[in-house]
């Protein structure tokens, strides 16, 4: 069974940027669809950024032009780039793994990464 780590999460001044990473335990493959999600308090998960088993990449609006998803298969590591952070982006970060063009996830969980912007 796949575990999931997040990691990378902090406080951030507005226009900052951070780099989170998901790293993955047990098997693995570099085929499979992985996403980031976000939860901000009092508001539903949803997703922020999916990177498909070819490569491309889909962006909730919210995000575009800020945010990179990316991921290194050797080191079984996906990662989260964010600029230009906003306070509405603060919410607790979760990666997980999706169906191909979709945000639709598949297993469990990791615990999250909490993102928090303010000055």
């Known amino acids: 069974q796949v575990q999931l780590l997040e990691s990378g999460g902090g406080t951030v001044q507005p226009g900052g940027s951070l780099r989170l990473s998901c790293a993955a335990s047990g098997y693995i493959s570099s085929n499979y669809a992985m996403a980031w999600f976000r939860q901000a308090p009092g508001k539903e998960r949803e997703g922020v950024a999916a990177?498909?088993?070819?490569?491309?990449?889909d962006y909730v609006d919210s995000v575009k032009g800020r945010f990179t998803i990316s991921r290194d298969n050797a080191k079984r590591t996906l990662y989260l780039r964010m600029s230009r952070l906003k306070p509405e982006d603060t919410a607790m970060y979760y990666c997980?793994?999706?169906?191909?063009?979709?945000?639709?996830?598949?297993?469990?969980w990791g615990p999250g990464t909490q993102v928090t912007v303010s000055s």
């Open positions: 997980a793994r999706v169906i191909g063009g979709t945000f639709t996830r598949i297993g469990s």
């Open positions: 990177i498909d088993r070819d490569g491309s990449t």
